[in-house]
């Protein structure tokens, strides 16, 4: 096993958020090749990940394109420092290409970060400039997506996945503990923040697994079950 050492300058709170998002955060951003100053598109931008992302391309310099379900969550995204939200209702997913266009000024995306699958991911594809990459990490939409023959053929955009086990689990142990200590200067430098949602002690175990898995909790914050100390 490893130890990843956690300064005092971290709270538990925060180290119990520093490892599954940012550092897949993190390494989407690696795998898709994105630049100070690209484009970079994400679904499902609510989420804490995708919140997390939005905080870290801010800090590296890349743009982001977040898309939303609900109009509401646009200003908040803006809080967090995307660049541009786009609310897209279920069935709305065709028309995300073309708003994505006039916002890269049709050059499309750089790449991107597609966790819904389904409809979404040929949208995406469609938003992506020539030879760019879709990454799938998730399956909001099921467990089937829809992909572009136009872009794919005609356009060189690949669609490949992202898992954090393989990625992170490449690396060597001191290229696993460079991400950590890189995700926790960010957290100690106030660039990432948790998103924390609801708490229960240990008693309301039960609880505290209904809440985590309930509808709309992703973009709620992270569930916490509380020890005594």
Not at 11 to 26: D, G, K, L, M, R
Not at 30 to 48: I, M, P, R, W, Y
Not at 156 to 183: C, H, K, M
């Amino acid at each position: 096993g490893e130890v990843i050492k956690v300064p005092d300058s971290i709270t538990n709170e925060q180290a119990a958020q520093a490892i599954t998002n940012p550092v897949t955060a993190i390494g989407m951003l690696e795998s898709v090749g994105v630049k100070e100053g690209d484009f970079v598109l994400q679904a499902a931008g609510g989420s804490t990940l995708g919140k997390q992302l939005i905080q870290i391309c801010k800090h590296r310099g890349i743009k982001s394109i977040s898309t939303v379900r609900r109009e509401a969550q646009v200003e908040e995204l803006k809080k967090y420092g995307a660049d541009h939200v786009i609310a897209i209702g279920d069935g709305q997913e065709g028309t995300l290409a073309a708003k994505v266009m006039e916002i890269t000024g049709g050059k499309g995306a750089y790449g991107a970060i597609d966790p819904v699958a389904g409809a979404m991911t040929a949208a995406l594809q469609d938003s992506v400039r020539e030879g760019g990459k879709v990454l799938v990490y998730g399956a909001l939409g099921g467990l089937e997506y829809k992909g572009s023959v136009v872009s794919t053929l005609f356009r060189g955009v690949v669609t490949t996945s992202y898992w954090i086990n393989r990625d992170f689990g490449a690396l060597t142990p001191e290229g696993r503990q460079t991400r950590a200590a890189e995700v926790l200067k960010l957290m100690t430098d106030g660039v990432l923040t948790p998103h924390s949602g609801k708490m229960f002690p240990l008693a309301q175990a039960k609880d505290a697994m209904a809440d985590s898995v309930r509808a709309g909790r992703s973009s709620d914050g992270k569930t916490f079950l509380i020890t005594e100390a």
